[in-house]
């Protein structure tokens, strides 16, 4: 298989208060094309720093981070910004939709960044939300449709330029349950056509979905694991969760 993205070493240290933090102390992670990843483990572990490190929110203090083969840590802000618009979707727990846009244009706006002709953007944009059953909001601002229906408008907003890697940092954190499931089948239902995911999540039910999942503590990977039988996952991933707590 192919490596869509290594890390090797990675370091993020911090300052707080004059002392400081080290929120990654030497992570060596790797995601095959077609995986779909999760990475767990409790508030503070450095989970969501290594997403950002991943997505160039963030630039690490060491290490390495290669995407499709390329070393991409040294890069410039605006080679960044170019790897974002083109090789990686993002999915945030807050939505970040623009709130005085229509669900359509903030899913049409990337793509249109990208280069995308606005007729192609129109395109893609209307067979996304006709896949995510979110057709019927397309004119609506964000905040007029449920938590759900945004979170599937951030979906399809991270997927519309066709990442290769699709990153998701707490993507049901501000969901209720029923939404929450039925985000997770949507994220199932990507995965199954391909697309390689890289999910962070305190929740072994969400971490559940994926096929891999690697647990992270103080900074580290402590561990991971394979999941066969979805029905098993999440109990499984509690009873390690309370092992390493």
Known sequence: MTAVLTTLGLTRTYRSFGEEVHALRGVDFTVEEGEFVAIIGPSGCGKSTLLHLIGGLDRPTSGE??????????????????????????????????????????????????????????????????????QAQANMPPGRISGGQQQRVALARALINEPALLTADEPTGNLDSESTRDVMEVLRECHARGQTIVLVTHDPNVASAADRVVRMRDGLIIGESRLEGRETSADMLRSLVSMEA
Not at 79 to 86: D, E, H, L, S
């Open 65 to 134: 981070i290669h995407l499709g083969g390329r070393r991409v840590d040294g890069l410039s802000e605006s080679a960044w910004a170019v790897i974002r618009r083109r090789q990686i979707g993002y999915m945030f727990q807050s939505f970040n939709l623009i709130a005085n846009m229509s669900a359509a244009d903030n899913i049409e706006l990337p793509a249109i960044m990208a280069g995308f002709s606005p007729s192609k953007a129109r395109e893609r944009r209307k067979q996304l939300m006709q896949q995510l059953g979110i």
